[in-house]
């Protein structure tokens, strides 16, 4: 050790310590130029059972290199690359597909995943274990549903996004017009009991401007597989249900006067308060919502607290409407649990749970949900009473 | 065995060095042609000597010695030369140096009794005065000689503050301190360095403040050199730094009076030489590098925000290039992802890997940056437009480098011209290159191994005893209040624990202003 550390040769002994560092070489170094960034993935199911997976990879020079003005890209690049492989697992077809890339396969920006029709029919479940396990995806990668190929979808070339299809679809779900759900989100309700889930469900549209996505309308999935689809509307009462609504705009139409008003939702929040008794199961659903005036296209009087509590009141029942819309479809009609009941159940109650889970499947049709929502008007917008009426001819109550 | 042989030589030198200087303490001869014969011979073939003969008041021979140039002839002819030759001598009555000292109107007038006492008084442009019979001579304090006018610090400017900078000359240099400190406490001790230059150094600190051993440990190591001369600061810095091999300054270079003054007050020790602006503050800690002068006297809120800036962009000079290679190589996942699609795009047709981007950007900014400082002002200015030119719009539209790079390089760049003191920049911008170099071999686990290192070389250096990261390492929770913040001057009470410990407060507390104050 003395000798070691001889001045003459420390030296040389820190340099030969440094040495081992560079051994390594740039072990596992990717230049950006060497990668294929992948912006989203779709999942398809051949004929013969099959996986087929295609990916979105961004085109670098769609979008501009050096020497040309930032933004505008070369014309005739194509802004997206989708290409696919097929294998027997997701990874397998990563391989097949890797064989025809000539740059490395990253999802490290993976932004969306979809979920082709055929391969929902036969469950998801398995295959959403490789973007858990492989450290690459990431696990906020948005999920959807399509009811045709999802490679169609990653075709898509929409007008904003610079071109990518991927970047589109995770902007609407990021808007959370329709439902909004993670990897991670995914992996969690598949792992309650009941795996029943619930994707928004994507679609292009095509018209004389161009390309476009839009989302309407969700999947329902029960124990992992696809029972059925709801639309547009009966969406928005699942997002109520599940606590789920940020922007949104309810329209009445008031009993006494004619015209519409439409309100825009500030806050709202819904409680599943789950209740037994005497063996019978009952779900109560608060939802306390506030709201603002946006539009009066009567001659009501936004500032009497009177018309308020009307409005108020007959904002409640349409909202219990809406609720009512996604129970009689999705509770009764495909018996499936993507509101969260069972584990609301197993929260308060977890022995009466532990008895009953087995027959979920047949209880949970049956329970009574009561709906109790109360809204409250904040404030009626920039102007109180009705616009462009005389102050005489307003309605005052 | 080479070592062991140089070593010996090294002796023996030192030996001749100590004989010659031995026949110049040789006390002065008695017959004032001896004396003359002697100083001719020193001083041969050194034309600028002057050794002027005359006789006071026509009857005892004298000799005059000075240096052309280094001494005020007016005041020679006029104060010493006209009285003493127009004296009247009463024969034997008087002592020779009794009469000298009492005809001649010089106040800094000393006596002098060997010949190396003559040299030293000489060669400072003191003239000396020898007579017959007599083996005291005169040293007079008439030097004079150019000067540069104190101008504003060139390296270390300033919005607001005091405008004055040192200057080449000592005795300057000492002025504007005892100027700034007007207290007998004010203590400055003089040494010299160098066997040839011997170079004057002041050592100033003031008493009651200072700790004492520090003092002692610094005259200690001052008085360890043994060198042909002293050019520059620089070359002490070298012989009294505690880690010789550190790349971080363990002295605090300045050329600002009021940074010496403040340091002083803190129980400091200033090392002033003879012949440079710089002088040397010890001991220095790696927080008072990152602290400019000005930081005291903005106001506190502003001085704050500032030095946070400085934080943070001493962190992006050191590290900012090479997480760019580390992201950009080894953890794409890292970036946005929009932030990646365009860095992808704008690497798209670049020929190089991201590392060798790097290096070659970071290399020529270097050069850049060094050419700039040595060139001609005429030329700069040129200089610079054609390095902006090439570096930066015309290597990205001729695809060399990206884009991103360019702006990498130019922050980083930025980022290390906001480090106050140049000493300590320069030692950021040098650590850089091997953070690259961990960067594109480990990635972040390199750029972390480097930050590791780094942190522990600083934690185990000190600066004249006094831990380098302090008050950081070892905490010292109440001088936060002047290191992660600038606290307001009526709160800041304490000097430094380490180096003030003799004397603990600065003033007293409780004198935040308000208008009810002094009212009562």
Known sequence: ?397 | MMWRIRRKKDKKKKQSALKQSKQEQDPLYTHITENENQFRQIYEDCSDVILHPFSIGGKHQALLIYIDGLSNTEEIDDSVLSPLMTATVNDGEQQVSTLIKNTVAVSDTKEVHTFSDCIQAISTGKPVILADNSQTGFSLGLSKWEKRSVESPEAEKVVRGPREGFVETLTVNTSMLRRKIRSPKLKMQSMEIGRYTKTNVMITYVDGLVDKTLVEEVLNRLNRIDIDGVLESGVIEEFIEDDPHSPFPQTLATERPDIVTSNLLDGRVAILIDGTPFSLIVPTTLYSLLQAGEDYYRRYLMATAIRWLRYLFLVISLLLPSLYVAVLTYHQEMLPTSLLISMAAAREQIPFPALVEVLMMEITFEALREAGVRLPNQVGSAVSIVGALVIGEAAVSAGIVSAPMVIVVAITGIASFTIPRYSAATAIRMLRFPMILLAGTLGLLGIMLGIIMIVVHLATLRSFGVPYLSPMAPMQFNEMKDTLVRAPWWKLNKRPRLTGESNKYRQSSGQKPSPIRGKE
């Not at chain 1, 696990?139 to 898509?156: C, E, P, Q, S, Y």
């Not at chain 1, 309407?216 to 599940?242: E, M, P, S, Y």
């Not at chain 1, 603002?292 to 296209?297: I, L, Q, R, S």
């Not at chain 1, 009567?298 to 607290?305: A, I, Q, R, V, W």
């Open chain 1, 1 to 397: 050790m003395k000798r070691l550390f001889k001045p003459e040769k420390r030296l040389l002994t820190i340099v030969l310590c440094c040495i081992p560092i560079f051994l390594s070489g740039c072990w596992d170094r990717t230049e950006v130029n060497d990668l294929a960034i992948i912006a989203g993935v779709g999942l398809d199911r051949t004929d013969n059972g099959k996986i087929e997976l295609s990916v979105q990879i961004t085109n670098p020079k769609a979008i501009g290199g050096p020497g040309m003005s930032s933004g505008s890209g070369q014309s005739g690049q194509q802004p997206v690359i989708v290409k696919t492989g097929t294998g027997k697992t997701i990874y397998d077809a990563r391989s097949k597909l890797q064989e025809k890339t000539s740059r490395q396969l990253f999802e490290g920006h993976n932004r969306v995943i979809i979920i082709g029709k055929s391969l929902a029919e036969t469950g998801i479940r398995k295959h959403i274990d490789f973007f858990a396990r492989f450290p690459i995806p990431r696990l906020r990668a948005n999920v959807f549903f399509t009811d045709g190929k999802a490679t169609d979808i990653l075709k898509v070339i929409p007008s904003f996004e610079n071109g990518e299809s991927a970047e589109a679809a995770r902007e609407l779900a990021e808007l959370k017009i329709g439902m909004n759900v993670t990897t991670k989100d995914l992996l969690q309700q598949l792992a309650s009991s009941s795996g029943d889930t619930a994707l928004p469900k994507i679609t292009a549209s095509k018209s004389k401007l161009g390309e476009g996505l839009k989302v309407n309308g969700t999947a329902i999935f029960k124990n992992n597989k696809l029972t059925g689809q709801i639309d547009d509307k009966v969406t928005r009462g699942l997002l109520w249900l599940t606590d789920a609504i940020e922007t949104a705009s309810v329209t009445i139409q008031p009993k006494d006067a004619e015209g519409y008003i439409s309100f825009k939702i500030l806050r709202s929040s819904t409680e599943l308060i789950p209740t037994i008794k005497n063996g019978k199961w009952k779900m109560i659903v608060r939802i306390t919502t506030e709201d603002d005036v946006t539009e009066n296209e009567t001659k009501l009087d936004m500032m009497d607290p009177k018309i308020v509590e009307k409005l108020e009141k007959q904002m409640e029942k349409s909202i219990d409407k809406r609720i009512q819309l996604v129970l009689d479809e999705v509770q009764t009609g495909m018996e499936a649990d993507v509101f969260g009941f069972g584990e609301a159940f197993e929260r308060t109650y977890p022995q009466k749970w532990k008895q009953q889970e087995d027959q979920w499947d047949k209880k949970f049709p049956e329970i009574e949900v009561v709906i109790k929502s109360d809204v409250k008007i904040r404030r009626p917008g920039r102007s109180g009473g009705p616009q462009g009426v005389p102050q005489e001819k307003e309605k005052k109550k």
